[in-house]
């Protein structure tokens, strides 16, 4: 029976595995020769993981820039609503 062993991969092995990736543009058998210790199926994977990782926390940072929209003529009426509360006596 074979006993898989798991790598974590460390962030200089990512680091580099982009920068081959970038240098290589996706050729995976020139990525796999700067990484010998994995085959070619782990190192796309661990890209596409990457990959995913990425985009989660770019949408995150996206969501939290996005603010509400306020069209100046909704602002307008609501100014004028509290105009008029404010001038009604009580």
């Known amino acids: 029976m074979n006993k898989r062993t798991y790598h974590r991969w460390t962030d200089l092995e990512s680091q580099n595995l982009y920068r081959c990736v970038v240098k290589y543009q996706k050729n ?3 990525v796999q020769i700067q990484f010998p210790q994995f085959t070619m199926l782990q190192i796309q994977n661990k890209f596409l993981t990457l990959q995913k990782q990425v985009t989660i926390q770019n949408n995150i940072k996206t969501d939290q820039q996005v603010q509400p929209i306020t069209s100046i ?3 307008d009426i609501l100014q004028q609503i509290q105009d ?7």
């Open 73 to 75: 003529e909704n602002t």
């Open 28 to 30: 995976w058998e020139q």
């Open 84 to 90: 008029i509360l404010k001038s009604q006596p009580e």
